[in-house]
């Protein structure tokens, strides 16, 4: 059974870090990795995506996260830098994952990221 676990999230300051975790169990990542997130009361959106070696970023992130791989890891990385109070979320990695011949998109359950001022 795949199942996504992630980690990292936390209360952090404004301007300050976090790198969330994203580790892949009865699987191993092929293809997308990406990072959404969802604040109170607003749709859930894609901050992240990693692909084929391409990645981008929402423009609201863009210069301040990093998303990352370690393949030997089963695992993906969201490195956030200078949080802002509206980074605070919900957030979430959603990513392919070969289990023998099958390939399934699955989400994570979430870890909640809080900048406090």
């Known amino acids: 059974q795949v199942q996504l676990v992630e980690s990292g999230g936390g209360l952090v300051q404004a301007g300050g870090s976090l790198r969330l975790s994203c580790v892949a169990s009865g699987g191993t990542f092929t293809g997308t990795i990406d990072w959404y997130r969802q604040a109170p009361g607003k749709q859930r959106e894609l901050v992240a995506s990693?692909?084929?070696?391409?990645?981008n970023y929402a423009n609201s992130v863009k210069g301040r996260f990093s998303i990352s791989r370690d393949n030997a890891k089963n695992t993906g990385y969201l490195q956030m830098s200078s949080l802002k109070l509206e980074d605070t979320a919900v957030y979430y990695c959603?990513?392919?994952?070969?289990?023998?011949?099958?390939?399934?998109?699955?989400w994570g359950q979430g870890t909640q990221v809080t900048v406090s001022s």
């Open positions: 990693s692909s084929s070696g391409n990645t």
């Open positions: 959603y990513a392919a994952v070969r289990n023998g011949l099958t390939t399934v998109y699955s």
